[in-house]
């Protein structure tokens, strides 16, 4: 089978991106975090789609408007992280320790925060359809009108 131009330069951008990702994510955990991010922003590569970030210190990290979908941060420190306008749909947030996070206008469509801590976190326009918030410690979170919660959820 002969390959057409196009198809060949898909295939090759494709491969860029995944090594792009790998390297960027290696940078990422090595903790520096910062200059991943700005790498990743030049390169248009979102690193952070389905990373396994299980355990990661994150606290205080800017990562306003990130992509994380499917992301893993399982027993992850998000203390005082901003995450307004980020992307976690379907992320693994359980047991994460997020106090102080700011998630307004984020996505946490069918996220997963059972047993999360979010004591203090800014829920404010935040998409949270079909999270699982089994558990999930919210006292003192700040939520609004725009908030969407879980079907048949009552904060």
Not at 52 to 72: F, I, P, S, V
């Amino acid at each position: 089978m002969k390959l057409t131009k196009p198809a060949l330069k898909r295939i090759i951008k494709e491969s860029l991106e995944d090594e792009y990702k790998e390297k960027l994510l290696q940078i990422f955990k090595a903790g520096n975090h910062e200059q991943a991010i700005e790498l990743s922003k030049q390169v248009g590569v979102d690193f952070l789609v389905g990373a396994n970030l299980k355990n990661a210190d994150l606290e205080g990290m800017n990562l306003e408007g990130m992509n994380l979908t499917g992301a893993d941060l399982f027993a992850s420190s998000l203390r005082y992280v901003n995450l307004s306008g980020a992307d976690l749909s379907g992320a693994t947030l359980r047991k994460a320790f997020m106090f102080g996070a700011n998630l307004s206008g984020a996505n946490l469509s069918g996220a997963d925060l059972s047993y999360a801590t979010l004591y203090d976190a800014n829920l404010s326009g935040t998409n949270l359809s079909g999270a699982d918030l089994k558990y999930t410690k919210l006292f003192g979170s700040i939520h609004n009108e725009d908030t969407i919660w879980p079907e048949g959820f009552t904060p």
